[in-house]
């Protein structure tokens, strides 16, 4: 009576997508601001950021995209 197991996956880890996370610094320089002003930002609740370790902080490209989303004033 030998029974073979064999070992499944999870089902949704395969369709699992994790954001593309980045640096403060290098997030500062694709906004064009300076880097106290995303810590600022991450502050006020702007944008969003995930704590990788003790110190070092990290901001989702998505987040930063969406700060600069137009909002209102006519058709461009």
Known sequence: MSEKRTL???ANRDARQ???LIGLQEAADRCGVSYRTLRRWIADGRVNAVRVG???LKVSTADLEAVFQPVG???V
């Open 8 to 10: 499944r996956k999870p």
């Open 18 to 20: 994790h954001p593309e």
């Open 54 to 56: 003790p110190r070092l």
């Open 73 to 75: 004033g006519g058709n």
